[in-house]
């Protein structure tokens, strides 16, 4: 069977990143999402290897000093990170796997698999993306600040990352998505197989 | 206006690079064919600047000593060529432009346009392409080794394209050039504007 493309997908809150992954396996039915592990306490309604893999702090340093995370980070106090074999097992059995992560985790992804594809989903603008934090109409202005500065970090990486959509209109950055995924599967270095004069 | 994309579309006799050509070109009305040079005869019913720009040896040479030629080799005594200026002319209008080339012209295109996009057309399998050249029958059986040898040296250079495209279902193949173009259009380095916080 041919093995699944592992996709990752970053980009700043508010550019609507989840609903492009979310459209795209709904379109899609061999594309799945990869669950990570967090050492923050289980809420009312998560399950266990649907939301996270919740995970004592023990197991997650003993996971991250036997090396098998895919890429991980600190926030308040709780570790978050992608344990690498689940991910690996989906794409042993043919699935495109999304990672939907932020630029600090797709940094290390691209020094630990740089065959990996790299998406970055951006807003029409700086402006809109301004625009839609604020209408959210819910969040403090602190609150904004601090998410749009987060913006400015992630828009300073992207340059990294192999291709920049623009999340304007959703059923064209799904298209855009869906384009990149078919155009890796051609790129040569996927494809020389096809050119062995014996089969 | 958005400028244009060049596209080097490369393979051997009997890929069927021309029918998908054609079928792209049917499909995305942007899509404009250059138009290559020669010094050899206008045949009957040949149209200067349909087939061929049919030039003189003399404004040949000169053109190629004002390095106006985006590519160009020799074949049986004459000189064929894609002059630059058509194509750039084109690119500005906004029109993606196609130029069908054996890879030593792509190869020489790959030096002075690496911002091109290269698309090589393979058989599904050396065999098939073996059995399509002879499945012609009007080939000689020397006309069919020399060919076979041709398709040899295209496929030792195919690994240097961007992209291996099959032609096993023609349908599929258009798909897979249509994805490429789509997914180029949104490669990091083309969407860099996008990050931009003053627009």
């Excluded at 625009?131 to 601090?146: F, N, P, V, Y």
């Amino acid at each position: 069977m041919k093995k699944g493309r592992l996709i990752v997908i970053s980009g700043p809150s508010g550019v609507g990143k989840g609903t492009v992954v979310k459209a795209l396996m709904e379109r899609d039915p061999n594309v799945r999402l990869s669950v990570s592990a967090t050492t923050r306490e289980m809420r009312p309604g998560e399950v266990h290897g649907v939301q996270y893999y919740f995970l004592s702090r023990e197991e997650f340093e003993r996971g991250l000093a036997e090396n098998r995370f895919l890429e991980h980070a600190v926030y308040v106090d709780n570790l978050y990170g992608t344990p690498e074999e689940p991910v690996d097992q989906m794409l042993a059995e043919g699935h495109d796997v999304v990672l939907e992560i932020e630029v600090q985790g797709g940094l290390q992804i691209m020094e630990r698999r740089p065959d990996a594809t790299f998406i970055f989903i951006a807003a029409p603008s700086f402006e809109v993306l301004e625009a839609r934090l604020r209408g959210r109409g819910d969040t403090s202005e602190e609150k904004i600040r601090e998410r749009l500065e987060r913006a400015r970090v992630e828009y300073r990486v992207a340059p990294r990352y192999q291709y920049i959509i623009v999340n304007d209109r959703l059923s064209d950055a799904v298209d855009d998505v869906q384009a990149v995924l078919r155009a890796e599967a051609v790129r040569a270095d996927n494809q020389l197989h096809v050119l062995k004069e014996e089969s």
